[in-house]
């Protein structure tokens, strides 16, 4: 793989890296930033290496880590996999973040400076301005509340070689003296985060494009450190359906949380590595170890990919039917137990949900919509749905449902052909065919008008449990008898 298009691949081995903070759940643009960095490294035999970038101290929290760690191993990177190294904290590297500032201090590649932001405005009359190099050749001494700024150079321009993007330059004279360490002495994100991928051996960074205006001042950096600077990738941006950048604070981000719905690991892989990217020939559903060989970096397209909820769910459906069946049943069985199941847990029926999870395989789109197919298994009674028996239960329905009950009550056998067929010929005596006759019997049954096959569920419902729903709906129509529509 020509992971540096355009330029000689280092003769190094390739380290590439992934860097979150702990400061909240794993939003899925993190998780397709891993995934490709972790395509790379399998497919250069190379090494994909986990920081956690944890100086915030007043956000971090441990089990932000043990959720970065738990949802990097659901989709295939932990510790049990050569290619995995880490995680390394940033908050141990804080000796060398020092070490480097001192470095560039006495290179004179970087400068104290006590300006504020006021500062700087009353002197350019413009409080959105940058800095203005003030204290660039006063010579101020180490002190309390002193920033350190590097030195960037009046003249060229610094070139970023972007697999993505292209070889974008940048005019040094656009970049003012940014601060690598505040006026208490702690570094940055920009020094730190090149520090730690210099220590760790980074040869390319592959990450999300918001990251990109801090690249020529990160490349500034390393060639100051006296250091060859990473061949670079930045990834498109994610966007909802409105085409807006995916927010924590306005759509579902969090990896985990799909997860918790029912979005098999292996589904979300597929995807997520589709943002942005694709494996040629209009396949879209393939295993990893297929797009590990056909992934190229510079082929990810630079365009805002679009996060379609629509068809993330549609692949998870894919995924679940190409599982066994005994595969599906060990994979929906949280959603058959507290907290998720309506039904006391004696209540529930391993032989007739395995009489039914091949039925159930075939229709659901999340593993959690199993709960809601098969709870008419396992209640006491149907749920009361008002909307589907307001639409089930039209003028005729009574007598439908009364006749129905009558022939169910001696049919032998009980199974699923009989039954259709019964229901079949009862529909034809009013006037109805199957699937207008068998809407009201599925209500009363199931208490919702869509789910698995009717006559296939009554079949492992039973013949007692069946009649007795019948009886319970023909009681309440007796109650309130259906209104025919007003004119």
């Known amino acids: 793989m020509n992971v540096a298009a355009g330029s000689a691949a280092p003769a190094r081995p390739v380290r590439v890296r992934f860097a979150p903070s702990p400061t909240g759940m794993f939003h899925v643009g993190g998780a397709r930033s891993a995934l490709f960095n972790w395509a790379v490294a399998k497919q250069t035999g190379g090494t994909f290496v986990l920081r956690i970038e944890d100086t915030d ?30 995680p390394y904290f940033q908050s141990a590297n804080r000796e060398k973040h020092s070490e480097a500032l001192e470095r560039l201090l006495v290179a004179d590649r970087a400068y104290f400076c006590d300006c504020t932001r006021d500062d700087v405005a009353d002197r350019t009359g413009n409080k959105q301005s940058g800095y203005d190099g003030f204290c660039r050749v006063r010579g101020l001494e180490r ?70 205006p801090n690249t020529p001042k990160q490349q500034l950096l390393w060639e100051a450190l006296g250091a060859e600077a990473p061949i670079w990738a930045h990834l498109p941006v994610i966007v909802n359906e409105k085409r807006q950048k995916l927010s924590k604070r306005r759509d579902k981000v969090a990896l985990e949380d799909y997860l918790a719905e029912g979005y098999l690991p292996a589904a979300m892989v597929n995807y997520l590595m589709l943002l942005g990217w694709a494996p040629g020939n209009d396949e879209e559903i393939l295993p990893f170890s297929e797009m590990i060989s056909r992934f190229r970096v510079e082929d990810v397209n630079s365009a805002s990919a679009f996060f379609d909820l629509k068809k993330l769910a549609a692949f998870n459906g894919e995924y679940i039917r190409a599982l066994s069946v005994d595969e599906f049943i060990a994979a929906v069985g949280p959603w058959l137990r507290a907290p998720h199941a309506p039904w006391d847990e004696e209540r529930f029926d391993a032989a007739a949900f ?49 006749d129905v009950r009558a022939v169910l009550a001696s049919l032998e056998p009980w199974e699923a052909e009989p039954l259709k067929d019964a229901v079949a010929t009862t529909g034809e005596q009013h006037g109805l065919k199957l699937g207008k006759a068998q809407a009201p019997v599925r209500v009363a049954v199931t208490g919702r008008t869509i789910g698995l096959p009717l ?11 069946t009649l007795g729903r019948l009886d319970a709906a023909l009681a309440r129509l007796a109650e309130n008898p259906p209104q025919a529509p007003t004119q």
């Open 354 to 402: 395995a009489a039914v999870a091949p039925l159930a395989q075939s229709r659901v789109a999340l593993l959690s919509d199993i709960t809601d197919n098969v709870d008419f298994l396992f209640l006491d009674a149907p749920v009361e749905d008002e909307k589907s028996w307001n639409k089930a239960m039209k003028p005729g329905a009574v007598e439908l449902l009364t």
């Open 455 to 465: 006559f296939e569920s009554l079949e492992v419902l039973g013949r007692e449990r």
């Open 57 to 86: 101290t007043s956000r971090n929290k441990p089990e932000w880590v043990d959720g970065i760690l738990a949802a990097h191993a659901a989709l295939g990177m932990h510790a049990d996999d050569p290619t995995f190294e880490g």
């Open 143 to 212: 002190a309390p509340g002193r920033a350190l700024r590097f030195r960037t150079p009046d003249e060229g321009e610094t070139q970023v070689v972007d697999l993505i993007r292209g070889n974008p330059s940048f005019p040094n004279s656009a970049m003012e003296d940014f601060v690598v360490a505040r006026g208490d002495g702690s570094p940055v994100f920009l020094l730190a985060n090149v520090v730690d991928d210099l220590d760790e051996g980074i040869t390319h960074v592959i990450r999300g494009e918001e990251h990109l």
